[in-house]
C-alpha cells in the first residue's frame, strides 16, 4: 500500500479537549492538520471545571464566547445531616468568587462538561475546514528523517477493517491515559495507581428531589456521596461516591446498585433517579513521561501526565500543553523556526507538570486520608504557571538561572514583578490613535495577543520605538504585531507623534487612557521597556532595545529576514 502524500501536515491522535485545542492552535497557523479518534463522541461532564488561565486561552483562541454562553460559575457546596438527609448542616463555597481585575478579568473556576468542552472546539475546527474523523484508530507509526509513516485503521459497514497509511511531517498523540503513540515511542510512565482511593463516578439523571443551585453532599469520610448538578439544567448529575466501608466494585456493577449506594448513604427515598449515563469504577493513578516527544512525535494531555481529579487540573494542564506546542510546530514547519525550539516543549512543561502532580496530590490526601473538603489555593487557577526556567527567554532586568526567580513552575508572580516567563497581563480600554487594521476607538492587550504572532509592546520614548520598529520590518509580517502604549498623560514629544501618521513598521499605536497597561507592566518601566509576547500569551522576553529583541528572535527563530 503506497502512502498518502504529506497532506495534512500534522496527525492529532485523540480529538478531546486537549487535541482540538492543538488543532484549532495550527489551523489558525494555517498548518493542514488531520485529527482521528478510535472512540465516538465522547459521553458525559467528566473534567468540567475550566480554570482561569484556560480561560486565557480560549479567549486567545476564538473560542470564549461560546463557551461562556453556556458555562456557569461554580455553585455553592451543601453537607445534609444524617440521619434525614434533607436539612443543611453546612453551606461552603469550594472556590470563592474574586471580583475580577483589568490586568485579571478571569478570576473564578467555570463550569462546563468536558463533552459540551469538545462540541465546542470541534465547531470552530469545521470553521476551518477540518472534521474530526471519530471511530478511525491509529495502529502504528514509523519515524524517518523528514516524516512519519502512520498507519490507520476505521471500518466499513460490515465492521472489515479499512488500513490506511498517510505520510506526515509530525504526529502528536492526545490519546489518553493508555496512550498507543506513548507506548509506542517508549517514554516511560513512573508513577502508581493509589489503591488507598477508590470512587465510583459517572452522571445519572435526576427528575426530582434535587435542585440544580448546589453541589450536594452527604456522609463523611467512611462513606460519601456527591451529586453535582450540570452547567444547563438538563437534568445530569455527576455522583462520585467513596469511603472505605462502600462496596465499589458492587455500586459500579450497573444502575440498580448504584441507586441503591446512593439511597443508602443520603438517607434520601425522594430522589427520583432516571437513566444511567456512564459508570466508572476509578482509581487514580499518578504518573508522567520522562519526555514529551521524541524526533516528529509528541504527546501532551493524559497521554502524558495522569493524576487524581483533585484541584481540576487534568484537561486545564493538557490543553495548556498543546498550547505550548502548537505554536512552535507552526513556526518549525513553515522555516521560520529551527527544530530545536521543539525541545523546549519539554523544557517548560515538564516542571510544571511535576509540580502539578504534588499539589494535586497533597490536596487528594487532605481529603481522603483528613476528610478535609477540597478547597483549592490560588495557585490553582494556574495564573501563575511560568516558564522562567526556560532557555528560549531573555529578561535584561534579571538573572533567571538564580533560584530566587525561578522560584515554583506552578506559583504565584513574586511581589507582582513580572518576569520572562510569566503570564503576560491584560489591560484594558486602550485608546486606538493609529491602526493596520482596525477602525475601533478601544483595544485591549488580550484582544492582541493571538496563537499566530508575537505581540511586541514598546513602552517609552519615541526613538526607542522607532528604532524596534524598523528592527522589525526587516522580517516578515506575520510573524510580529508591533504595539506602542503612550501613558495616560504624555509628553509634548509623545503628543506631536501620536497625532501624526501611520509610523513605520508600527501596526498599532495606542495610548493607555485609564492607566491599566502601565499598572500592569509597571514593574518593566525602566530601561527595559520592550515586552515581546508570545503566541501562547507568555513574556518571552523583556529588553531595552535592539540588541535584546535580536537576541530573543535570534533563540527562537531561524534566519528568515
Not at 500500500?1 to 496527525?11: N, Q
Not at 484582544?447 to 526607542?464: A, C, E, M, Q, R
Not at 503612550?486 to 485609564?514: I, M, Y
Request: charged share 20%; hydrophobic share 35%; proline share 5%.
Amino acid at each position: 500500500m503506497s502512502p498518502t502524500l504529506i497532506s495534512p501536515t500534522v496527525l492529532i491522535v485523540g480529538a478531546g479537549p486537549v487535541g482540538s485545542v492543538l488543532a484549532l492552535t495550527l489551523l489558525k497557523n494555517g498548518i493542514n492538520v488531520r485529527i482521528v479518534d478510535k472512540e465516538g463522541p465522547q459521553v458525559g461532564q467528566k473534567g468540567l471545571g475550566i480554570q482561569p488561565r484556560t480561560l486565557e486561552m480560549h479567549r486567545f483562541l476564538g473560542t470564549l464566547p461560546d463557551i461562556l454562553s453556556i458555562a456557569k460559575k461554580m455553585p455553592i457546596c451543601t453537607l445534609y445531616k444524617l440521619p434525614g438527609g434533607t436539612e443543611p448542616l453546612r453551606i461552603f463555597e469550594l472556590d470563592p468568587y474574586e471580583e475580577p481585575t483589568p490586568d485579571t478579568p478571569y478570576l473564578n473556576l467555570t463550569m462546563l462538561g468536558q463533552h459540551r468542552q469538545q462540541s465546542i472546539l470541534h465547531r470552530h475546527l469545521e470553521k476551518h475546514g477540518c472534521k474530526v474523523e471519530f471511530f478511525s484508530e491509529l495502529r502504528s507509526f514509523e519515524q524517518f528523517d523528514g516524516h512519519v509513516l502512520a498507519t490507520l485503521v476505521t471500518k466499513d459497514s460490515n465492521g472489515q477493517d479499512i488500513p490506511e497509511i498517510i505520510k506526515v511531517s509530525y504526529l502528536v498523540g492526545t490519546d489518553g491515559a493508555h496512550s498507543t503513540v506513548r507506548k509506542a515511542l517508549g517514554l516511560t510512565f513512573l508513577g502508581d495507581v493509589r489503591d488507598d482511593v477508590n470512587m465510583v463516578v459517572g452522571d445519572i439523571e435526576i427528575h426530582g428531589g434535587l435542585d440544580h443551585k448546589s453541589w450536594h453532599n452527604w456522609g463523611e469520610i467512611s462513606s460519601k456521596s456527591q451529586l453535582v448538578p450540570s452547567e444547563v439544567d438538563d437534568n445530569v448529575f455527576t455522583f462520585i461516591i467513596s469511603g472505605k466501608e462502600i462496596d465499589h466494585a458492587k455500586t459500579a456493577s450497573g444502575r440498580d446498585e448504584l441507586v441503591k449506594t446512593i439511597t443508602s448513604i443520603t438517607d434520601r427515598k425522594d430522589i427520583e433517579f432516571g437513566k444511567l449515563v456512564w459508570i466508572s469504577n476509578y482509581r487514580p493513578s499518578i504518573r508522567m513521561v520522562n519526555k514529551f516527544g521524541d524526533g516528529r512525535v509528541f504527546v501532551a494531555g493524559d497521554a502524558a501526565h495522569v493524576h487524581s481529579p483533585a484541584g481540576g487540573q487534568g484537561t486545564n494542564s493538557g490543553v495548556q500543553d498543546s498550547f505550548n506546542l502548537g505554536w512552535k510546530l507552526a513556526l518549525v514547519l513553515k522555516g521560520f523556526s529551527p527544530p530545536s525550539l521543539l525541545e523546549t516543549y519539554t523544557e517548560e512543561r515538564l516542571p510544571v507538570i511535576a509540580a502539578m502532580l504534588n499539589k494535586s496530590t497533597l490536596l487528594l490526601n487532605q481529603y481522603f486520608r483528613d476528610g478535609k473538603d477540597w478547597k483549592r489555593g490560588k495557585e490553582f487557577k494556574q495564573l501563575g504557571v511560568n516558564y522562567r526556567g526556560s532557555s528560549a527567554l531573555v529578561d535584561e532586568t534579571v538573572d533567571l538561572t538564580k533560584d530566587r526567580i525561578q522560584l515554583d513552575p506552578y506559583g504565584i508572580t513574586l511581589n507582582g514583578v513580572i518576569h520572562a516567563g510569566d503570564r503576560a497581563p491584560e489591560a484594558p480600554g486602550l485608546q486606538v490613535l493609529h491602526s493596520r487594521e482596525s477602525s475601533t476607538a478601544t483595544a485591549s492587550l488580550f484582544d492582541l495577543f493571538k496563537p499566530d504572532h508575537h505581540t511586541v509592546l514598546i513602552f517609552g520614548s519615541v526613538s526607542n520605538f522607532k528604532e524596534i520598529a524598523s528592527e522589525l520590518s526587516a522580517y516578515p509580517k506575520t510573524l510580529f504585531k508591533t504595539v506602542f502604549i503612550f501613558p495616560a498623560l504624555t509628553t509634548s514629544e509623545s503628543e506631536q507623534s501620536a497625532s501624526g501618521t501611520q509610523p513605520s513598521g508600527v501596526d498599532l499605536v495606542l495610548r493607555d487612557s485609564n492607566g491599566h497597561a502601565y499598572r500592569a507592566y509597571s514593574s518593566l518601566l525602566g530601561s527595559c521597556n520592550i515586552v515581546i509576547v508570545r503566541p501562547d500569551g507568555v513574556v518571552g522576553a523583556i529588553v531595552g532595545g535592539v540588541a535584546g529583541l535580536r537576541r530573543y528572535v535570534d533563540g527562537v527563530f531561524a534566519t528568515v529576514k
